[in-house]
């Protein structure tokens, strides 16, 4: 037993319990070909809870700020992203993958720019008057959710939205007696150059610096000479438009939403950051990973208790780990 | 006319007046230190010069600009470098990371980066180590550096020797007379053998205000004076 | 001194205005939906007063308070729906929902109270989605999305005969009807009344004088020696189990469980806006936000839709006073409230208006 827990430290720690959740599915489902369509299933739609959660998680990290508002942002990126692939419904339906990548293009740059603005739009409307205080902080982001949740409502409706796929993501691939549809692995390999991208922001460039640092100790960034509070509203925009982002590859996964998406979502997310630890985003990684995993594995085993074991293994995680698996150096 | 003045300052934390009334007049040079039992305000005072507090009431001028309604980061760029009593540390950065922060441009000047070498050589040999996994001296030293790794002013330095071993104390206590010919330090220290044999100038704060300021050589010989202001919380030697 | 008293004053003559009208509503009100809404005034007082505890008096914030209105209210509608209508089955009923309550509650409390106070939010919406779920998802228990309906115990039944006249009649009173819909409403008011006072009592006592000192400041009242996190956690076990027997009282009433009715999050935040309208931390101020709240949800609506079709010829304006509309216009007003109105209407009439 001495010698078992070093050794689990140095292959990674925490960061083997997707593995090791992965490894006791196998065990149980039995079939292989099953476990692997619903592995990837898994850590595709991780990699979209990564990118819906991962805001919330650097600015609670940054400024203390939980944002109950946040999975607005990720219905807006969703609607709207459904609503710019139905404008070019042409080219989305064409045979030219060139055309089916430039609707692609365009419906994900619109979530962004959406994304980022209701963001800015948000820090500085519902969340700057109430730094530092987290009841109001709290009821308020809440007030705007549901603001925000019936002005979905107001706009697209309450029948379910359909979103168009591109020709080229539709249909599966065959491997090995398991089918693995063409929109998880592409939703993956988005959601991996996206947690790429922020890997290089935050650990090679000054401002990824300068936010690791500000998650740690704001004053002591402040007392060596930088405004934090112009860098938080950058954050804040990028946190919003990645959760847009989310939103809107999560639009394309479930090809019918309804402006109960983001309620639906919230839940998840908020488990998400807390098995992984806030503000940290290795961390929301991995907790995204592990939720999105168990997700899939449960709901294939026991249906209905998909939900609900994600809240026991978010319990057991606190117990473990009162701050998360991977949380940011305080 | 003195490097720093503060002019009738008053904070309070609640209902509670931490200062009321502080005035204060730092000169140019050597090492300025504050002394005062615990909770008389010192390290209120530390922080108000800074700019953590919301608006205080009250002035405080540096270089004869007055400074009390700067944002804490412009009271940096202007030349005052604080290390706070839990040193602000960034522990999951690396020692290197640390100190890039504290440059203006993201880029060091050798000759500063040498003489941080010099004074602490311990900060070569971990330059790539995690913050967190230095010791508790070390960190102190990397807050220090921090300080006067761009040129600065005024350093306040908050209870610098609070917990270390004192052979670490005694190099601190180099370092600090070595930074001291170049810049101001305005120390809050505990600790009275090391605030004596810094200071030049001194002042003792009780119960948020000023109640005695002049030179550390009196201050030391007046062992009447020590005890009546200070009573029996900093012994000698301590 | 003796303004803030005769402030304090006024507020507490305002809510005992509302239960003196609550107390004679079968009276005053002969309506069938006017006795409804009083009975579900006086539900609600109970439901926000115990939330204000929770809010108001350690401020911590839960949204999983519908959850435990629901684990009372489901508990009864499965007792009575499975063993059948009878004070027995409705004993074994609440007190297993409040049972299942007070285990739900430690558990959430000792796991994240111990935590970070912000996680408690997190962490209580994911248990009250999570019961949600499961209340829509084990159908043959909770009677799913469609709910349960069932009959009550007969002395409540509306065909029971309370008070007879000469000739075997229900004896009308003022022209009332003494009949078991009679005993329903004041089985309603008189629990809740009674779970009202034991919440002052609870604020009134020494209890609630060290859970202000924690509100006031966590990191003294640590120091004094108050064991935060054991108070913290008892009164959301008390908030809880009050809630419970609030769910258990409203599911007498209605004689009907869904999620719609309990669980569902928009009543969270109903129950929100209620205990900030009325002003958190007051207790009183529950009866105000909860009977301002409740008479707007039944008959501002209406308005609304009054209001709608008057407009139909401008654009715009009959869509965004469409009854459709409420919850956007709720969480605007709220959003407002918690910005320029913190303190509520009890709050602010006993600080008066200077700040």
């Given amino acids: 037993m001495k010698t078992l827990g070093p050794m689990i430290e140095k292959a990674g720690g925490v960061f083997l319990l997707p593995v090791a959740i992965a490894i006791l599915a196998f065990v149980l489902i039995g079939a292989p070909s099953s476990w692997l369509t619903l592995t990837v299933a898994g850590l595709s739609m991780g990699l979209m809870l990564f990118l819906m959660a991962s805001g919330l998680s650097l600015v609670f990290g940054l400024m203390d700020v939980l944002n109950f508002g946040h999975s607005a942002f990720v219905s807006f990126g969703a609607f709207v992203a459904a609503t710019v692939l139905a404008w070019l419904g042409g080219w989305v339906g064409a045979d030219s993958i060139f055309l089916n990548a430039l609707a692609l293009i365009a419906a994900i740059s619109a979530a962004i720019v959406f994304g980022a603005a209701a963001g800015w739009f948000f820090e500085r409307v519902i969340v700057k008057p109430v730094y530092k205080d987290h009841l109001r902080q709290i009821l308020i982001t809440m007030g705007a959710l549901i603001v925000a949740e019936q002005l979905i409502l107001a706009t697209w409706g309450g029948t379910p939205t359909n979103v168009p796929r591109p020709q080229f993501l539709e249909g599966a691939i065959i491997l090995g007696g398991s089918s693995l549809e063409v929109y998880r692995l592409f939703a993956f390999i988005v959601g991996v150059v996206v947690y790429a991208g922020i890997y290089f922001l935050l650990n090679k460039t000054r401002i990824g610096l300068l936010i690791r640092a500000g998650v740690e100790n704001r004053e002591m960034v402040e007392a060596l000479g930088f405004r934090i509070d112009r860098l938080f509203i950058g954050v804040f925009m990028l946190g919003s438009a990645l959760a847009a982002v989310g939103g809107a590859m999560w639009a394309g996964y479930e090809t019918l939403i309804t402006p109960a998406l983001g309620a639906e979502m919230m839940v998840i997310v908020f488990i998400v950051v807390i098995i992984g630890g806030l503000g940290s985003i290795q961390g929301t990684l991995l907790g995204a990973i592990v939720v999105a995993l168990m997700q899939n594995y449960v709901g294939f085993l026991a249906p209905k208790l998909a939900l609900a074991s994600n809240m026991l293994l978010m319990m057991a995680i606190l117990l473990w780990r009162p701050s998360g698996l991977a949380p940011a150096v305080k | 006319m003195s490097l720093l003045s503060i002019r009738n300052m008053d904070v309070s934390i609640g209902q509670y007046a931490v200062l009321h009334g502080l005035t204060l007049d730092v000169p140019e040079g050597g090492v300025f230190v504050l002394l005062g039992r615990n909770g008389a305000g010192k390290t209120t005072t530390l922080r108000s010069i800074m700019g953590l507090w919301d608006r205080p009431a009250g002035s405080v001028t540096f270089r004869g600009e007055d400074i009390s309604s700067l944002h804490t980061s412009d009271i940096a760029r202007k030349g005052i470098a604080f290390v706070p009593e839990n040193m602000g540390i960034f522990g999951g950065l690396t020692v290197a990371e640390n100190m890039v922060l504290a440059t203006a441009n993201g880029k060091f000047d050798p000759a500063r980066l040498k003489r941080v070498y010099a004074l602490f050589p311990a900060l070569e040999q971990f330059w790539n180590k995690q913050a967190w996994s230095l010791s508790g001296g070390q960190k102190q030293m990397l807050a220090v550096a921090r300080a006067i790794i761009e040129p600065r002013d005024l350093i306040l330095i908050d209870e610098p020797t609070k917990g270390l071993a004192p052979t670490i104390i005694h190099g601190m206590g180099e370092a600090f007379k070595d930074i001291s010919q170049s810049t101001t330090i305005l120390l809050v220290e505990q600790n009275f053998a090391f605030a004596k044999s810094l200071g030049r100038d001194m002042a003792v704060i009780d119960d948020g205000q000023v109640v005695h300021t002049g030179s550390m050589a009196d201050f030391a010989a007046d062992t009447a004076l020590q005890d009546r202001l200070l009573s029996l919380s900093m012994e000698e030697g301590a | ?355």
């Fill in chain 3, 1 to 355: 001194m003796n303004r803030t008293m005769n402030r304090t004053l006024s507020v507490k003559i305002i809510a005992l205005t509302v239960w003196g009208l609550l107390l004679f509503s079968p009276f005053l009100f002969q309506d069938v939906r006017q006795v409804e809404v009083a009975a579900r005034i006086a539900v609600f007082i109970v439901l926000v007063a115990s939330y204000d505890l929770l809010i108001g008096y350690t401020g911590i914030v839960s949204f999983a308070h519908t959850m435990f209105f629901g684990f009372g209210a489901y508990g009864v509608a499965i007792a009575l729906k499975q063993i059948g209508p009878g004070w027995g089955a409705w004993t074994l009923g609440t007190l297993s929902g409040v049972a299942v309550s007070i285990v739900v509650a430690i558990l959430i409390g000792l796991l994240s109270l111990r935590v970070k106070a912000i996680f408690f939010a997190m962490i209580t919406l994911a248990a009250a989605s999570v019961a949600l779920v499961l209340a829509s998802q084990l159908s043959q228990f909770t009677g799913g999305e469609d709910g349960m309906i069932y009959s009550a115990p007969d002395l409540l039944k509306p065909s029971t005969k309370l008070l007879t006249d000469a000739e075997g009649d229900v004896l009308r009173i003022f022209d009332v009807r003494m009949n078991g819909k009679i005993a329903a409403y004041y089985f309603v008011f008189i629990t809740c009344a009674l779970m009202f006072w034991a919440m002052l009592r609870i604020v009134g006592s020494p209890l609630g004088t060290v859970l202000k000192a924690i509100r006031e400041n966590e990191g003294r009242a640590e120091g004094i020696g108050y064991r935060v996190v054991a108070y913290r956690t008892a009164v959301f076990v008390i908030a809880a189990t009050t809630a419970a027997l609030a769910g258990a009282v409203y599911a007498t009433w209605l004689r009907y469980t869904g999620p719609d009715t309990t669980l569902s999050f928009a009543i969270m935040i109903d129950i929100l806006l209620m205990v900030v309208i009325g002003g958190m931390g007051t207790m009183w101020g529950a009866v105000i936000g909860a009977t301002l709240m409740v008479l707007a949800q039944y008959y501002l609506r209406d308005l609304m839709e009054v209001a709608s079709r008057a407009t139909e010829a401008i654009p715009l304006l009959p869509e965004l006073l469409s009854p459709d509309r409420w919850l956007l216009w709720l969480g605007i007003i709220f959003i407002l409230l918690v910005y320029f109105f913190p303190a509520g209407i009890a709050g602010t009439i006993i600080r008066g208006r200077t700040k």
